[in-house]
């Protein structure tokens, strides 16, 4: 079947509807032919017209959508709404259907180009919305000749045209290029819809967050949810982290490290298998009697002014962009506390705060310490013990010169006579198995 059979049906509704059948039973035949006969070419071939085809009745369902909206048919079925209308005939949820009737208006009145692309199979469904969505946030500061230049820049990210690898950018990439669509353009501009686009993806993020959860009376639970970037970044890496210690890791420097404690677990699990047990782990490791203020530690360095002011735009280490309000409210709830580093960035002195004295010395860990101070491991360092590599029964001092952060994994092997303590680089450990002792025969 030929990618555009569906665009180049007769015209007229007999016409149509008489392309579409085609396309259908073009479809099942195509269905019905075994893989195995193609080669790789062929297979990759199959792969894209596939892909193109897709996105072909994609912008026949969306034109659908909208001419229904146009005639307001819901009026006279009885339904609630146009969507609710569309989810009868289609099965599909209304508030897929919803987002949908307002993609296929945008396409029709503002984004011709984008829509064309669409109807021509070179870019998916989510890319046309990504910069339908992206780009609508301006759209009364743009001239059109700006935002035609924008949305040409943006399509030829999304097909691969302006990739270096001719590879076309996914939906998560190219979000983050649409918030930039015009820095090559128009600097206020640029500057003026970047910040539209942080607020509105921050206020998307808001209201759309929810989580269900559902007990299947199995010994297991299933659930969904949706939530903010920042704090989906903020788990991802959470749960990345949280994988088994690697056995063969890397120190700092990227040099390979043999972690003798960890050993060849040999497991076999899957990735998502492996986020589900970390995901336990971290579950496990939250407060039973009490909720800290933060669950997670924000470093920042920003303009004090921007900072009191509220307005401009910051991004995290995990790439996420936030606002300048949104800063602040994790500032508050963080705190802020002033580091005094020396010449070799050792930390010196933190500002007072009303902590225990072993809270001021993690914080001053965590300047050093981003992990578990085994050079191999992963850990976080919030959930890291503070190890007296002297120990305090015999004479160590619980000062910043004799302790190292360990995860519980890690701190157990350290009080092992089996391993031996040694000093990898000036802020990192290894343990190391001891040889056995010589027995006497």
């Not at 490290?257 to 050993?263: H, I, T």
Request: proline residues 5%.
């Amino acid at each position: 079947m030929s990618a555009t059979a569906l665009l180049l049906a007769p015209s007229g509704a007999p016409g149509l509807l008489a392309g579409v059948e085609e396309a259908r039973s073009a479809m099942a035949s195509a269905a019905s032919v075994s893989l195995a006969v193609l080669d790789d070419e062929q297979l990759a071939a199959a792969v894209q017209g596939a892909a193109r085809l897709r996105s072909q009745t994609d912008v026949l369902e969306l034109a659908l959508a909208a001419e229904a909206e146009r005639r307001a048919v819901a009026r006279d079925s009885g339904d609630t709404g146009t969507d609710e209308w569309l989810a009868r005939l289609t099965g599909d949820r209304r508030e897929v259907l919803r987002g949908g009737l307002r993609i296929a208006r945008l396409l029709q009145e503002r984004y011709a180009t984008t829509a064309a692309a669409l109807s021509a199979g070179e870019i998916r469904l989510e890319q046309a919305r990504v910069i339908v969505n992206g780009l609508d946030v301006s759209a009364d500061d743009a001239t059109p000749a700006q935002q035609r230049e924008a949305e040409e820049r943006l399509l030829a990210k999304a097909t691969g045209a302006a990739t270096r690898s001719g590879v076309p950018m996914p939906p998560a990439r190219l979000r983050r290029a649409v918030r930039r669509a015009y820095d090559q353009i128009d600097a206020d501009l640029a500057r003026r819809h970047f910040e539209r686009s942080v607020r509105a993806n921050h206020h998307r993020g808001a209201s759309n967050t929810w989580l269900t959860l559902h007990d299947r009376g199995d010994g297991t639970f299933d659930g969904r949810f949706s939530i903010p970037e920042l704090h989906g970044q903020i788990l991802a890496g959470v749960l990345d982290r949280l994988t088994a210690p690697r056995r063969h890791g890397r120190d700092a420097v990227g040099a390979p490290v043999l972690d003798d404690v960890a050993g060849a677990e040999g497991s076999g699990l899957g990735w998502a298998d492996k986020l589900g047990l970390a995901f336990c782990e971290l579950i496990e490791h939250l407060p039973s009697d009490r909720l800290s203020r933060s669950l997670v530690t924000v470093m920042a360095m920003v303009d004090l002014d921007v900072l009191r002011s509220g307005l401009g735009v910051a991004t995290t280490t995990t790439g996420a962009d936030l606002t300048a309000g949104e800063v602040r409210r994790l500032a508050c709830e963080a705190g802020i506390v002033p580091a005094v580093m020396g010449g070799a960035s050792m930390p010196l002195d933190l500002g007072r705060t009303r902590r225990l004295h072993n809270d001021k010395q993690r914080q001053a860990y965590a300047v050093l310490h981003d992990t578990c101070a085994i050079a191999s491991c992963d850990r976080p360092f919030a959930w890291c013990e503070i190890h007296h590599p002297q120990p305090w029964a015999h004479g160590g001092r619980t000062d910043l010169t004799n302790g190292l952060p360990l995860c519980w994994h890690h701190h157990r092997a350290a009080h092992d006579p089996t391993f031996e303590l040694r000093s990898h680089s000036p802020t990192e450990w290894v343990l190391v198995r001891r040889p056995p002792p010589n027995r006497r025969h």
